[in-house]
């Protein structure tokens, strides 16, 4: 059988990264090919040159015997090749109908015919099994998970022989994700090739015809999903044993005080009654799925969001610590690395020197708010060697920097301010495996240091492999602790889902 | 790996941001007002010989301090990522009280001023409170003060203007030190601390913060409540002390005064290099703008251009200084990433 879409050599650069490498790929009529790899393998990128939203630097496409060169994500759909990406693309004020026609609503008499663009609407959601979405509603009334199926449905609703799907399911319910496989299974069925990208092992275990593996922008394995097991991909996609990853001794942190209790955090809907310890010199990882309130909880933490109930206590404290703003935080020595490093963490026209001191001003300053210029240099310097920075100046902005260098910048930043407890929401999206590394080191070298560590990351091998304890959290609430002794990635995975079996279809 | 793909670590060599480094991208960042300042006024001077003189300085200069003031406080509001439009109706609130007070209410002329510059100060309270309490928009804000401050003034003066003439205060803008009045020593002490207080202070690099990524400041465990208020009580206690200049230029409180006047500074700050959208800006760069306008506007009245074609021609130029300077940041950017 000829193949659909051939890629052959593709490459793209961005900034400091090579984000794909010479990558070859076949797909062929009528299948479902898993694309997997750690964050940052390359597995978007393909995808976002396959639909036409980048261009590649090198390499070339050939779609049904014939070159293939999108230089839009309309000029793909064209050429019948479509995508639902990983961040919604929904219009929030616009109807259900409207997001679903976007581009190309009907027209009567030079109006939008609203009766008949509502009723086709209703029909191509009843097809997906979604006859309880009004199309007529706003798209931001409705829930993560339903916002997703109506954007599937969106893309499903027009012709295509090439569908990729990326990390579709990650809000979806079960009962939710059960239709889309039908669905999936029925246009592979009618001949689409489609390119599934996911972290999920079981999903692909279950769905996937072949599985290509990335790693670091290379193609490094496809096989037939009837060939292989989940052991063999994970070892593809890591490119080493687990075990050898990450060697950290067993933290001396058991019998100490907590530097941090929370007790019965709330905050309706998404953080529910969450209690947990943090103990000086441990790395505590909160793993869950996307939605499940690990980061609300971080941030009720760190005062960024008040907390409907529940507390606070400090160093084994009896009575709860005041703190409603990150500013208090701060000053009792919490810090949050955020999620979001561009929108939350840096600012990006500004030099490094300037992030890097933000928080801690006074110690860089004389009294009357007189900035010693000197001083300040000299610890931006300090921090940037210290950290391994690659950059020419500490006057040079934060935007300039590759992704993994700018997430140095942020720990530079609370390095500086000293917190002895440390929260790190995602502390490596979208960073190259070597920048990975050294922050993991940082990390472990913080802990050993005696820093209490809190990690929230999607990224279990992560999870698993620098984590001295890990708490699951599952529809807000903490689900079950887990030693590191006891870390699997089934049993985690299995308490993550559990929250949502028990409530059922309430995402 | 994908470490040995990224870009060579060069050594970071002896810039690493000295004095003479920052020197040099200061005087890049005033080059081209200056420049364009400079060709200005020898287009005029060739053109009409008396534009070059010290009396056509004064006339220029003198009657424009109020509105160099008000710049000071426009640029902080902006690079904050602020507007204040209610800088006008507040120099002539201000002006009024003082005005009222000393001739109908016999105050002294310092009790006078107290009184004025405590007006302005609950003037930028109450625009900073509303602000962040609420999370308004300043434009909106503002707007709402423009207003209310026009009114008020009309009310309290009846729309008379109140006479200061024996109060003594127009010694401020008479001849002193080289034939130069006080008024203009105190408007370039007010350039030179605002302009060492945005580079040099810790509340001018939060400015900058706030106005570059707020969230991201909020979350360095920074206060940027107070920063907010402050700047906006600053621009109207700024506007107060333009006021006051005022009174002593004109020796009466004129209710009318300073309408249009928000446009016309912001204008000036956007020409002198300063965000509308936050985070970059300097107080210098705003005098050299408003700068540009003044001396634009006096050349062409010089070489008898009517009224109508002043504005066309000054609306072309503010136009045209915020594209170039989309220019000149395109290239500081690009110059920084290939660094």
Request: glycine content about 10%; some cysteine.
């Given at each position: 059988m000829s193949p659909l879409l051939q890629i052959k050599g593709l490459g793209k650069s961005y900034p400091g990264v090579r984000a794909l490498d010479g990558v070859d790929l076949e797909l062929r009529a009528g299948e479902v090919h898993a694309l997997v790899g750690e964050n940052g393998a390359g597995k978007s990128t393909l995808a976002r040159l396959v639909c036409?939203?980048?261009?590649?630097?090198?390499?070339?496409?050939?779609?049904?015997?014939?070159?293939?060169?999108?230089?839009?994500?309309?000029?793909?759909?064209?050429?019948?090749?479509?995508?639902?990406?990983?961040?919604?693309?929904?219009?929030?004020?616009?109807?259900?109908?409207?997001?679903?026609?976007?581009?190309?609503?009907?027209?009567?008499?030079?109006?939008?015919?609203?009766?008949?663009?509502?009723?086709?609407?209703?029909?191509?959601?009843?097809?997906?099994?979604l006859d309880d979405i009004q199309v007529d509603r706003p798209v931001a009334q409705l829930g993560v998970g339903q916002q997703q199926m109506v954007e599937i449905a969106a893309v499903l609703s027009q012709p295509c022989d090439v569908l990729i799907l990326d990390e579709p399911t990650a809000a979806l319910t079960a009962a939710e994700t059960r239709v889309l496989f039908e669905q999936i299974r029925s246009l592979r069925a009618a001949g689409t090739s489609i390119v599934y990208i996911s972290h999920r092992m079981e999903e692909i275990k279950r769905l996937a015809d072949r599985i290509t593996v990335l790693?670091?922008?290379?193609?490094?394995?496809?096989?037939?999903?009837?060939?292989?097991?989940?052991?063999?991909?994970?070892?593809?996609?890591?490119?080493?044993?687990?075990?050898?990853?990450?060697?950290?001794?067993?933290?001396?942190?058991?019998?100490?005080?907590?530097?941090?209790?929370a007790a019965n955090l709330s905050r309706a809907p998404a953080v529910r009654d969450v209690s947990f310890e943090l103990y000086p010199g441990e790395i505590l990882g909160l793993a869950g799925l996307m939605g499940s309130g690990r980061t609300e909880t971080v941030r009720l933490v760190f005062g960024a969001d008040r907390a409907d109930s529940g507390a606070i206590y400090l160093n084994g404290s009896p009575s709860p610590a005041r703190i409603r703003s990150p500013r208090d935080a701060v000053r009792h020595g919490i810090a949050l690395l955020t999620e979001d490093r561009k929108q939350q963490g840096l600012l990006l026209p500004r030099p490094l020197r300037e992030n890097i001191?933000?928080?801690h001003m006074r110690d860089v300053s004389r009294l009357a708010g007189w900035v010693r210029g000197g001083r300040e240099r000299s610890i931006a310097n300090r921090?940037?060697?210290?950290?391994?920075?690659?950059?020419?100046?500490?006057?040079?902005?934060?935007?300039?920097?590759?992704?993994?260098?700018?997430?140095?910048?942020?720990?530079?930043?609370?390095?500086?301010?000293?917190c002895p407890i440390l929260i790190f929401d995602e502390p490596t999206p979208g960073i190259d495996v070597g920048a990975k590394f050294e922050i993991y080191q940082l990390l472990a070298d913080m802990a050993r240091a005696g820093k209490a560590i809190l990690v929230v990351s999607s990224d279990l091998m992560e999870l698993m492999a620098i984590c001295d304890r890990i708490a699951v959290m599952s529809a807000g609430r903490l689900v079950q602790t887990f030693p590191r002794d006891q870390f699997s990635e089934d049993r985690i995975m299995a308490a993550a889902l559990s929250g949502y079996l028990a409530h059922g279809a309430t995402a | 790996m994908a470490q040995q793909l990224e870009t060579p670590s060069i050594p970071r060599n002896a810039h690493r941001g000295g004095m003479r480094g920052r020197l040099f991208t200061l005087a890049l960042d005033y080059a081209a007002l200056v420049i364009v300042l400079t060709?200005?006024?020898?287009?005029?001077?060739?053109?009409?010989?008396?534009?070059?003189?010290?009396?056509?300085?004064?006339?220029?200069?003198?009657?424009?301090?109020?509105?160099?003031?008000?710049?000071?406080?426009?640029?902080?509001?902006?690079?904050?990522?602020?507007?204040d439009l209610s800088v006008g109706s507040v120099m002539s609130l201000t002006g009024a009280v003082i005005?009222?007070?000393?001739?109908?209410?016999?105050?002294?002329?310092?009790?006078?001023?107290?009184?004025?510059?405590?007006?302005?100060?609950?003037?930028?309270?109450?625009?900073?409170?509303?602000?962040?309490?609420?999370?308004?928009?300043?434009?909106?804000?503002?707007?709402?003060?423009?207003?209310?401050?026009?009114?008020?003034?009309?009310?309290?003066?009846?729309?008379?203007?109140?006479?200061?003439?024996?109060?003594?205060?127009?010694?401020?803008?008479?001849?002193?030190?080289?034939?130069?009045?006080?008024?203009?020593?105190?408007?370039?002490?007010?350039?030179?601390?605002?302009?060492?207080?945005?580079?040099?202070?810790?509340?001018?690099?939060?400015?900058?913060?706030?106005?570059?990524?707020?969230?991201?400041?909020?979350?360095?465990?920074?206060?940027?409540?107070?920063?907010?208020?402050?700047?906006?009580?600053?621009?109207?206690?700024?506007?107060?002390?333009?006021?006051?200049?005022?009174l002593s230029r004109h020796r009466f409180a004129d209710p009318n005064i300073g309408r249009d006047m928000e446009l016309e500074v912001i204008a000036a700050v956007v020409v002198g290099g300063t965000s509308l959208m936050g985070g970059?800006?300097?107080?210098?760069?705003?005098?050299?703008?408003?700068?540009i306008i003044i001396v634009l506007g006096a050349g062409l009245a010089a070489l008898g251009t009517r009224d109508e074609v002043k504005r066309l021609v000054t609306g072309c130029v503010i136009v045209a200084a915020v594209i170039l300077d989309y220019y000149r940041r395109r290239l500081n950017a690009s110059a920084a990433t290939a660094a």
């Open positions: 036409g939203i980048a261009q590649p630097d090198a390499g070339r496409m050939i779609l049904r015997g014939r070159p293939y060169a999108p230089q839009s994500r309309t000029d793909a759909s064209r050429q019948r090749v479509r995508m639902v990406m990983q961040e919604l693309n929904l219009i929030g004020t616009l109807t259900v109908a409207e997001n679903i026609f976007m581009g190309r609503m009907p027209r009567r008499l030079g109006f939008i015919d609203y009766r008949g663009m509502n009723a086709r609407s209703r029909q191509i959601l009843a097809d997906l099994g790693r670091d922008g290379r193609h490094i394995a496809t096989r037939d999903a009837a060939d292989v097991g989940i052991e063999q991909i994970i070892r593809l996609m890591v490119g080493r044993d687990l075990s050898q990853m990450m060697r950290r001794e067993q933290s001396h942190a058991a019998g100490n005080t907590p530097a941090l209790r001191t933000i928080t921090f940037i060697d210290r950290l391994a920075v690659r950059c020419h100046s500490p006057e040079q902005p934060a935007l300039s920097l590759s992704g993994g260098n700018q997430q140095k910048i942020v720990l530079a930043k609370w390095l500086f301010r000293d | 060709l200005l006024i020898a287009i005029f001077s060739i053109r009409s010989p008396s534009f070059f003189s010290r009396a056509q300085f004064s006339a220029m200069v003198n009657p424009n301090l109020p509105t160099v003031l008000v710049a000071v406080g426009m640029t902080y509001v902006l690079i904050i990522g602020g507007i005005g009222v007070l000393h001739e109908s209410g016999n105050a002294p002329l310092p009790l006078a001023i107290a009184a004025g510059l405590a007006t302005g100060a609950v003037c930028g309270l109450l625009n900073g409170f509303l602000i962040i309490r609420w999370n308004l928009p300043s434009f909106i804000v503002t707007l709402g003060m423009l207003l209310i401050a026009r009114g008020m003034t009309h009310l309290i003066t009846a729309s008379q203007k109140p006479s200061l003439l024996f109060s003594g205060i127009h010694v401020l803008s008479e001849p002193m030190v080289f034939g130069l009045p006080p008024s203009l020593f105190f408007t370039i002490g007010i350039i030179v601390v605002g302009q060492l207080v945005l580079s040099w202070t810790v509340f001018g690099r939060y400015m900058i913060a706030v106005g570059t990524n707020e969230e991201a400041v909020r979350l360095s465990g920074v206060n940027v409540r107070p920063i907010k208020l402050a700047v906006f009580v600053i621009s109207s206690l700024l506007a107060t002390l333009a006021a006051i200049l005022t970059r800006g300097t107080v210098i760069g705003s005098c050299l703008g408003l700068l």
